[in-house]
């Protein structure tokens, strides 16, 4: 498929090779912490069944809409966030919605850097056979006491995702996300057959497929959406700079079905992999299951360890888990380094460059947050549950009003009707029309509420 070749200055404007490598690249952002980390959790705790039915409503209604609507403006525009929203003027909202969608990553990927470290430690722990150390009681909370090993962890992980961004958009994002994503699918469906295989362990998968309309609340929707937009990196920034680099001949909409399809598939098998796992290890103890982040590293290698393959279960899973942040990770940095190239024009070096200080200053101060600064406290959160809350709870749906502001007040529908059918039947029309008219704005509103209520304990989330 020929290459786009849209001019850039100050030197040539990446691009993707074509779909697969865009939807490759996509899917791999997609997936990360939010499939495999929160998802589980968040269904066991709403409802199993039934949240993933709401789940898979809001994907390809709400999350559609959103998808659709970033990475069509990436590809009319040609610019990553700042430069997609002051194309069409130089106003204070215009420019506030452009840089609060780039801040986003910016201030994410320092700590999920250090999330990152986490994982690949773990991973390293497997592979040196030490599955029993890892279950230990404690375990988790020393290892992330530990400031200098948890700072070393960081920069490791963190070493991989500029190797990787250094080398450009087709020769490092996708070539790496072509590699990682099929052999992240791959592990997946090794341990959840291995899970569900477990004794006791059909209960779980009933609890996680059969949707059961008693266990239905409102805040199972409020959850679900709040998970959709975490998982399929909405108002991050993304979109927008890797629709900027696709050519006009890749059909948004089949790509955006598609990257529905990978980040869907692999929430599934998260379920399946451990919901299963904790009913067989734990015989259904709902305390267990709704442990919440403290599952993946405290709970789940307890229940690898007391699994007769447990070593091999515990390297394919941290494996996958390592794949599924260094992806995810990768596409957050090459937003920060894109916005840096357009607002900046400098060189894609020296923007790596200026992006390894903000993470090395953040990311450590992350990493020291649960040890030797563990006393700090901003508003009662420790440092890295502050980043997380603040980009995430607040900025994130924010961002996304400013999008769906910048389409019904300023670009208009036809315009991304237009955008859209140059390569696309936009079948999907005029669901996208209702959605951006009159739900999606109700449904981010509802977000943003709910996590600042959550935050200030007025509701349980």
Sequence with gaps: ???????????????????????????GSAVGLGNIWRFPYLAAKYGGGIFLLVYLVLVVTFGYTLLVSETALGRMTKKSP????QRFGNTKALRFGGWINAIIPMLIVPYYSVIGGWVLKYLFEYVKGNAAVLAQDGYFTTFIG????????FLAFSALVFLTILAGVENGVERVSKILMPLLIILAVFVAAYSVSRPGALEGVKYFLVPNFKDFSLMTIVAAMGQMFYSLSIAMGILYTYGSYLGKDVDIEKSTMQIEVFDTGIALLAGLMIIPAVFA?????????????SLTFITLPKIFASMGFGTAVGIAFFLMFFFAALTSAISLLETCVSTLEDELHWKRGKCCILMAVVMFAMGTASSFGYGIWGGIRILGMQILDFFDFITNSIMMPIAAITTCFLILKVVGLDKIDEEMELSSGFK?????????KYMAPACIVAILLSSIASALGWISM
């Excluded at 498929?1 to 939807?23: C, D, H």
């Excluded at 530990?146 to 962890?153: G, L, N, R, Y």
């Design 281 to 293: 290890f734990s015989g259904g103890d709902m305390d267990t299951l709704q442990a919440g982040p």
């Design 1 to 27: 498929m020929e290459k786009n070749k849209a001019a850039k200055t100050p030197q040539t404007r990446g691009s993707f090779s074509g779909r697969i490598g865009y939807v490759l690249a996509m899917a």
């Design 82 to 85: 700042v430069g997609a929203f």
């Design 146 to 153: 530990s400031s200098a090993t948890v700072e070393f962890w």
């Design 428 to 436: 999907r029309k005029h669901l996208y029309h209702f959605f951006m």
